[in-house]
């Protein structure tokens, strides 16, 4: 097999191959309780569905303007203004994946011994788009102790003359922490001072059960420096629609779309309209997704205390627990013991960096009744392990 180099040093996406593996198995009948991906178990809203099936039986089948048509790129940017503070209009908005947005990102900004700083631990892909562009990753700790909140002064010890980049996603998967806003103060202070730019992925923002969101492109002088990404999966069970958008300053939206023009030239094109709806029409769904995620959460954490070997923050955000497990064995392993003797899928902390080895996540986005299934299934096991 011919790959390239490049490829050679990324390996697949953790959350996505046992995902993968999830789905084979129970399509060959196995009886798997699923805490592995990381998505809503329910059905997109009607509104935005319907929505959706109006344009594309009304023709609106063909290429849209590469960065995404004009009215979602206005929506998207009325939003982010009003409810996170970002100043921008739609210029500075270009519609594309979440993940994709955080490809090209990664292609636009960063070249060979760059330096892009990220928490330990950290969603799966942004180390392997950071290498797939010849830069270096570099891991800023964070401890369960501190419930994953990122230390400012530990983001400054690790900067050097190299790094470029500095990202942040809160709330955050795998641990669900929500950054304090002083957190997020003392990495912009970090970022003006030495010149550096923040990634701030922003999927979780709206599965928020305490703290409060903020974007750090709001925060002063930082607009200029900033990209944040965000997108409909998370939020309107939308994984699927595969749409999401960027955000920055207008020349580097042109940059980033260049890449777009030359890879999937536009999003899906009768999605779009479908997304306008989604941002601008009724939320109350979008709420009751939201109340649903936290009386599971507040499930699982009851369940989990019930299992000594196990230990969990209550998470303020996203829809996963990263519980620490007091087994002395390698987390891929576990997992993989989970998986064939208990029929659990969860994803293995060392997927997300090295300060996850020792515990593992649990997506609960998924019924009550398997969550409990799930937990007995899980707390069996390790008491026989
Ligand atoms: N960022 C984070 C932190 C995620 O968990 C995900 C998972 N889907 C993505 C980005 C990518 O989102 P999408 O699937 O909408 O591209
Ligand atoms: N983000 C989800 C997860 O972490 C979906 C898979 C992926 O994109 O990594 O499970």
């Known amino acids: 097999m011919i790959t390239s180099k490049r490829l050679q040093e990324i390996p697949p996406s953790g959350t996505v191959a046992i995902s ?22 329910f059905s997109t809203p009607s509104n935005i569905a319907d929505a959706c099936v109006e344009s594309l039986r009304s023709g609106f089948t063909h ?9 979602l790129r206005k929506a998207v940017a009325d939003y982010s203004r009003s409810k996170n503070g970002i100043p921008c209009d739609a210029s500075n908005v270009l519609i594309t994946p979440t993940k ?15 330096e892009v700083l990220l928490p330990d631990p950290s969603w ?15 891991y800023v700790t964070t401890s369960f102790d501190d419930g994953f909140v990122i230390d400012p002064e530990k983001v400054e010890a690790a900067a050097t003359s190299k790094t470029k980049m500095v990202v942040i996603n809160s709330p955050s998967n795998p641990t669900g922490c929500v950054q304090p806003e002083s957190t997020i103060k003392g990495i912009a202070d970090i970022c003006v001072d030495r010149d550096i730019y923040a990634l701030s992925d922003e999927i979780y923002e709206n599965v928020i059960y305490g703290g409060r969101h903020v ?17 409909l999966s998370k939020t309107y069970a939308m994984t699927g629609w595969r749409l999401g958008w960027a955000i920055a300053p207008a020349q580097d939206i042109v940059a980033i779309n260049k890449l ?31 109340e649903t995620f936290r009386k599971r959460r507040d499930l699982a954490l009851d ?76 707390k069996k096991a390790l008491a026989s392990m």
């Open 20 to 41: 993968n593996l999830v789905s084979k198995m129970k399509a060959e009948g196995a009886d798997i309780v699923s805490f592995s991906m990381g998505e809503p178990d």
């Open 63 to 71: 290429y849209t303007p590469s960065t995404g048509i004009p009215e």
């Open 100 to 114: 994709q947005a955080l490809f090209m990102i990664a292609l636009a900004y960063l070249d060979p011994g760059d």
């Open 124 to 138: 799966v892909s942004y180390e392997a788009h950071i290498r797939m562009t010849g830069a270096v990753p570099k």
């Open 215 to 231: 974007s750090i492109a709001s925060m002063p002088g930082m607009f200029d420096r900033t990209i944040t990404v965000s997108g």
């Open 260 to 290: 777009q023009s030359h890879s999937i030239t536009c999003c899906t094109s009768f999605t779009q309209p479908a997304a306008v709806e989604a941002i601008t029409g009724p939320q109350e769904e979008k709420d009751r997704m939201v």
């Open 303 to 378: 369940l989990i205390s019930e299992i000594p070997q196990l230990e969990c923050n209550v998470p303020e955000g996203a829809f996963y627990l990263f519980p620490r497990c007091s087994i002395d064995m390698p987390s891929n392993e576990l997992a993989e013991r989970l998986l064939k003797e208990a029929k659990v899928a969860v994803t293995p902390g060392r997927a997300f960096g090295p300060a996850g080895e020792g515990f593992f996540r649990i997506s609960y986005a998924t019924g009550e009744d398997q969550i409990r299934e799930g937990l007995s299934r899980i």
